[in-house]
């Protein structure tokens, strides 16, 4: 089932996550609420570390895609599960400086790097840099005219594997953003480039294929073209890959139908590859780099909604309106995500189908479109499972909605992560007509009569 590892129900038949009653956490930090359950967290990281340990006898780095979801606590939490970290912008690499994150086990990803992104790197000394494109060896050229500091960098290559995904979530066929292409030589003119620049410190090669890909077959085949393209440069300039990384993207459960990924198959079928190209290839064996962020995250996270309204359509369908919706959790919208909703203040046969809407002016605003529940009341709490990545990390403040609070579970205590955002918190970018300072509060009202 898609709940955290410690969800179960109390007697009353109140859902229970982390030893402590959902409708207690509400009642502490209101809704909407989203929940992370740390042993379920530390379960997911230690999945992958066993699977490697079990079968990749070379060196090997988990790197978490920070995309997922990103909180100072959370961060301090997977330096402690001794996880390197995957950043996507300047603004989740300050983050992870902010929460202390080793630089040294930060990489840095991204399509278009800004030339302030690529010099914070720099300076903070992260680990490395994984290089897209060619408008980025520029940049890197430019800024290490200034600079005789080495930055290792791995080089992204688009392998020309077609994920089996939504197209929003593939990143690895042809037609992508994403990745330096081999067939137009892109690929290899960049680590002659690489070669050439002092600078920089060619480490290996690098793949993502895409996001909540539930096959493993297409990640041997992307550690296949990650070879053969490295056999190509070891002929060609005698290059050796010291790392090799197929990405992240592995799936995870949504609903009880969805198949139970399995990482320990996921991460025994790359390490197989590595280890049989590698001997092919007549390389020594390189660090694997695997680099999952919904797998980690997704499965501890889940979403509490208050219900409001209720409309039935006789004979059509009967909308559960909850006091969340599109603004914390954009995915029904945008790839069609389908979830599983329980309440979770009382328990009971789930015996109606309804649809479970936001509170957002969008008609697309559907958390889940056929949920069956027991008979749902205004004042009910809907909790959402598998909730826990590229939820709060899309959330956005549409309709002026405030980010929900977030929290940590742990053997009956809770740690706040995020605290819900405020109006303060909005209006502090605003500024007035009338002045040249961020004067904008809220309106003072009366107290009600
Ligand atoms: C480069 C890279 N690595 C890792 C990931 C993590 O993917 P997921 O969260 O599906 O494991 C992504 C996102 O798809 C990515 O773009
Ligand atoms: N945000 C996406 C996937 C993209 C992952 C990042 N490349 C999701 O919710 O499924």
């Not at 001794?82 to 929460?99: N, P």
């Not at 992204?156 to 992508?176: E, F, Q």
């Not at 053969?228 to 993207?249: H, K, L, T």
Request: charged share 20%; glycine share 10%.
């Amino acid at each position: 089932m898609p709940w955290p590892k410690t969800t179960t129900r109390d007697a009353t038949g109140q859902l229970v996550i982390g030893g402590i009653p959902v409708p207690q956490l509400v009642a502490e930090f209101g809704t909407p609420l989203y929940i992370y359950d740390e042993a379920t967290i530390r379960a997911q990281c230690g999945a992958y570390r066993e699977a490697l340990a079990r079968h990749y006898p070379g060196p090997w780095r988990l790197v978490y895609a920070g995309k997922a979801y990103l909180s100072v606590g959370l961060l301090q939490l997977l330096a402690e599960e001794g996880m390197w970290l995957d950043v996507v912008s300047g603004g989740e690499l300050q983050l992870a400086l902010a929460a202390g994150f080793p630089p040294g086990r930060i990489i840095l990803h991204g399509n278009n790097k800004s030339e302030d992104e690529l010099r914070l790197a720099l300076q903070a000394r992260i680990g490395a840099v994984v290089v897209d494109n060619h408008y980025e060896l520029d940049l890197l050229e430019r800024l290490h005219r200034d600079t005789e500091q080495q930055l290792s960098v791995l080089v992204r290559v688009n392998p020309g594997v077609d994920a089996h995904t939504h197209a929003y979530r593939k990143t690895g066929h042809l037609d992508s953003k994403f990745g330096l292409l081999i067939e137009t030589g892109d690929a290899s003119r960049a680590v002659q480039r690489i070669l050439g620049m002092p600078g920089l410190r060619l480490r290996g090669y690098h793949a993502h294929i895409g996001s909540q890909v539930f096959e493993v077959e297409p990640y041997a085949l992307a550690v296949e073209r990650l070879f053969d393209f490295a056999r190509e440069m070891a002929a060609q300039f005698g290059v050796v890959p010291e790392e090799i990384s197929p990405g992240g993207g592995l799936a995870i459960q949504y609903l009880p139908e969805d198949p139970v990924p399995d990482i320990d198959l996921f991460v025994r079928t790359v390490a197989d590859t590595v280890q049989r190209a590698a001997r092919e290839a007549g390389f020594p064996l390189p660090l694997l780099g695997l680099e999952p962020g919904r797998s980690i995250i997704g499965p501890a996270g889940i979403a509490v909604y208050r219900v409001g309204a209720i409309k039935e359509i006789p004979g059509v369908r009967r909308y559960v309106s909850v006091d969340g919706g599109m603004a914390d959790n954009i995915r029904p919208a945008l790839y069609q995500a389908r979830y599983t909703a329980a309440l979770a203040n009382r328990d009971g046969p789930a015996v109606t189908r309804v649809t479970i809407v936001g509170k957002y002016c969008e008609s697309g605003d559907v958390l889940v479109n056929d949920a069956t529940l027991p008979e749902p009341r205004p004042g009910d709490l809907v909790a959402i499972a598998a909730a826990g990545a590229y939820c709060l990390a899309m959330a956005s403040n549409y309709n002026l909605a405030l980010r929900p609070a977030v929290i940590l579970v742990r053997e009956g205590q809770a740690l706040l992560l995020q605290r819900r955002e405020r109006i303060e918190d909005v209006l502090r970018r605003e500024f007035g007509l009338h002045s040249s300072a961020a004067t904008v509060a809220p309106v003072e009202l009366p107290a009600s009569p």
